[in-house]
């Protein structure tokens, strides 16, 4: 498939080549501690070392950047997500961005029994049990079906779709990917009332 071509830097050890800017994005400024201003807010975090586990074992490629959840890319307001974080957010009402950030932390089990997460959607990104599988829990707390896209980000800037699929109204999802993933943006969530229990996926 197309984007295993933007893991190869990766697959072969070469992590480093991932923490280079995304061209076309507004980029964090490296650097290498925490800004308050950003730590405090729910929607911003500090991105130290990463721990990625790859074919040639574990890598702790250095990101060192201060990094908002939300951007505004040509396709929208998108929500980015670095390997082993959790999110949670809901969609924005009228006069609000259409993503709001509530909290966020280390990835968990996507088996362990969640807070109340009505009107929330939660999400897990990180990899399988020490190996180089990565998986994606996608909770959603809301009364309709969940629609959204996935990119994956290479290293030249690039975004990628990968498949994502609905999420049913009240339970989870979970997309997995059978490289080590550094980066995923997420973006175009919708509600729909499709009134079927078919999942469908794009």
Excluded at 133 to 149: D, P, Q
Aim: net charge neutral.
């Amino acid at each position: 498939m197309q984007w295993r071509t933007c893991l190869a830097a990766l697959l072969s050890g070469g992590l480093a080549a991932f923490a280079a800017p995304h061209v076309g994005h507004a980029q964090p400024t490296a650097v290498d501690k925490p800004d308050p201003a950003c730590v405090a807010r729910p929607d911003c975090r500090f991105v130290g070392s990463v721990t990625v586990m790859t074919n040639q074992g574990v890598k702790t490629p250095a990101l060192d950047r201060n990094m908002p959840f939300l951007r505004a890319t040509n396709g929208g307001l998108k929500l980015w997500l670095v390997i082993g974080e959790r999110v949670v957010f809901r969609l924005g009402g009228p006069g609000e961005p259409a993503l709001v950030v509530l909290s966020h932390g280390r990835a968990s089990d996507p088996e362990t029994p969640k807070a109340d997460l009505k009107d929330r959607i939660e999400i897990d990104f990180a990899q399988l049990g020490g190996s180089v599988f990565t998986m994606m829990a996608v909770h959603n707390g809301y009364a309709r079906t969940l629609r959204y896209k996935a990119f994956l980000l290479t290293q030249h800037g690039g975004e990628i779709p990968t498949s994502a699929c609905a999420v049913l109204p009240g339970i989870m999802s979970m997309e997995n990917w059978q490289q080590p993933l550094l980066e995923i943006e997420l973006g175009d969530f919708q509600l729909t009332d499709s009134g079927s229990m078919v999942v469908s996926c794009n």
